[in-house]
T-cell receptor, first 109, second 114 residues
Framework: GQNIDQPTEMTATEGAIVQINCTYQ??????LFWYQQHAGEAPTFLSY??LDGLEEKGRFSSFLSRSKGYSYLLLKELQMKDSASYLC??????????WGAGTKLIIKP | ETGVTQTPRHLVMGMTNKKSLKCEQH?????MYWYKQSAKKPLELMFV???????ENNSVPSRFSPECPNSSHLFLHLHTLQPEDSALYLC?????????????FGQGTRLTVV
């Protein structure tokens, strides 16, 4: 079967760095997405990786290793507003999005 | 504001009621989606429409009935629901239905079935 694994919950301190991991086993691969979802809000797009390596966008970076079936989202200089759930999703060979259950990130002062 | 608007935001309905969820997008996208989001579970894709034609139906019970009258509007008609159908229902749109481009989500309808 197809599976996306990410930690259920993480806690970090304001100003620090946190890495949220995502491992996947899917039938084929056409890219990996990260979305952010604040409580009671719509998920919003953060990043899309289809080639190996690190993509940086301001305080957020996303890394992909296709051979390892692994990605991470790196958040630097954490702010209280970064408290949210982070969703990992993989586009499989049929161009279907397979979603993880999300990682709830709690930022403490 | 994400460009995708869902109404109502909250809905409580009895198991014998009939109600409809509405979604509207003003982004000029060709694909629209209904997702179900339950606590601590992955997003479940329910239906996909591309250019007003249904292209995906992921074994969703017939008590959920989608309708796409035009490329900007999507409805989810509900009838004879069960308590386990209580969840957040999210609508999304994207430029194409193959999923390569990012999806824009509405804020969802929080549905409670009593």
């Amino acid at each position: 079967g197809q599976n996306i694994d990410q930690p259920t919950e993480m806690t970090a301190t304001e100003g620090a760095i946190v890495q949220i991991n995502c491992t996947y086993q899917t039938s084929g691969f056409n890219g990996l997405f990260w979305y952010q979802q604040h409580a009671g809000e719509a998920p919003t797009f953060l990043s899309y990786n289809v080639l190996d390596g690190l993509e940086e966008k301001g305080r957020f970076s996303s890394f992909l290793s296709r051979s390892k079936g692994y990605s991470y989202l790196l958040l630097k200089e954490l702010q209280m507003k970064d408290s949210a759930s982070y969703l990992c999703a993989v586009l499989d060979s049929n161009y279907q999005l397979i979603w993880g259950a999300g990682t709830k990130l709690i930022i403490k002062p | 504001e994400t460009g995708v608007t869902q109404t109502p935001r909250h809905l409580v309905m009895g198991m014998t009621n009939k109600k409809s969820l509405k979604c509207e997008q003003h982004l000029g996208h060709n694909a629209m989606y209904w997702y179900k989001q339950s606590a601590k579970k992955p997003l479940e894709l329910m239906f996909v429409y591309s250019l007003e034609e249904r292209v995906e139906n992921n074994s969703v019970p017939s008590r959920f009935s989608p309708e796409c009258p035009n490329s900007s509007h999507l409805f989810l008609h509900l009838h004879t629901l069960q308590p386990e159908d209580s969840a957040l229902y999210l609508c999304a749109s994207s430029q194409d239905f193959q999923g390569i481009t990012e999806a824009f989500f509405g804020q969802g309808t929080r549905l409670t079935v009593v």
